[in-house]
């Protein structure tokens, strides 16, 4: 014997009329339930039948409930709601997540040792970081920090902002160097490069006025595997100097005293896709982050003698 003797045998027919009576259209509840209009009306007339009463009074251009379907609707949405609370509640939460996508030399050497800041300071959130060597302004993320050439077309971007410059000079293991070394002894070095076109040091020499003398040339073809070939002592690279603060303070690599820092034809730019309060902050975040680098690279400027040329 059926322990629910007075149940209909279908239950999409209670289904199909819980959607009705909510909506209050056979059209919406169709569209709802995805199936025709005319199977949505079969399952509310079989159930009536079943039920022995009518629930629905169909109009010309509108439906009313009747005292029993109210009762039956009524009885209906609440134990679907109870239903649905109960199934979501043993899901897992869908995971709030802040997307930064950056470019790969800055994200290994500036973002990655700032995570451990963010996931505190943003500990309701998973932070996603996502290297990339394009410029475009496009894909999936919340913040995009990236290198241009091109910064008039992206400060046309919506949403795209300047960040700060390159400050390129040459760099070396600390262990290359004799206390009384000078920049003409890392210009002797063996030189490390991060493309096969040179660019790096070719600008630098040429910015410098520093004839292009012959050494001994390697290539790594990214810019953190000079940089590692660099600190292992292999020696000296052109690079971005707020790329390798934490060095320079450190003591583990070298800008000889007297050099000159250049900027870079590459400027940094940001877009913020989310606008959000969260991103806005983390946007102010990044700037001040910025800014208070750039104060401790120009402190080392002037405690190291260095030459910085930027407008």
Not at 54 to 64: C, G, M, N, P, T
Not at 207 to 236: E, H, I, M
Not at 258 to 287: M, N
Request: proline share 5%; aromatic share 10%.
């Amino acid at each position: 014997m059926s322990p629910y003797p007075n149940l209909p045998y279908s239950h999409n027919s209670l289904k199909g009329f819980e959607s009705v009576a909510r909506l209050m259209s056979f059209t919406r509840a169709s569209n709802e339930l995805h199936v025709t209009q005319s199977a949505v009306s079969r399952q509310v007339k079989q159930l009536e039948d079943d039920l022995n009463a009518s629930l629905i009074v169909r109009k010309h251009r509108s439906i009313e409930l009747t005292e029993k379907g109210q009762a039956l609707f009524a009885v209906l949405a609440g134990n679907y709601q109870a239903v649905e609370s109960l199934l979501a509640s043993w899901r897992d939460p869908e995971p709030h997540r802040i997307v930064i996508k950056a470019s790969l030399s800055y994200a290994t050497r500036s973002l990655i040792p700032k995570i451990q800041h963010l996931s505190e300071r943003y500990s309701e959130y998973e932070i996603v970081v996502i290297p990339t060597i394009e410029e475009e302004v496009s894909d999936d993320y919340d913040l995009l920090i990236f290198t241009t050439m091109k910064p008039k077309q992206i400060s046309r971007e919506k949403g795209a902002f300047f960040l700060r410059e390159e400050y390129m000079a040459p760099v070396c293991a600390k262990s290359l160097l004799n206390d009384d070394s000078d920049l003409d002894s890392v210009l002797k070095m063996p030189r490390l490069h991060p493309s096969l076109d040179h660019v790096d040091w070719k600008s630098w020499l040429n910015a410098s006025g520093y004839p292009v003398k012959r050494v001994r040339n390697s290539t790594f073809f990214t810019l953190d595997l000079a940089l590692s070939a660099c600190l292992s002592g292999q020696g000296a690279t052109v690079t971005d100097l707020l790329l390798v603060l934490p060095e320079l303070e450190r003591g583990f690599l070298v800008c000889p005293e007297k050099a000159g820092v250049y900027p870079s034809p590459w400027k940094y730019y940001c877009h913020q896709k989310t606008q959000s309060p969260i991103v806005d902050e983390l946007v102010d975040w990044f700037r001040q982050e910025t800014d208070n680098e750039t104060n401790k690279l120009t402190h080392l400027a002037t405690k190291f003698g260095w030459d910085i040329h930027l407008t």
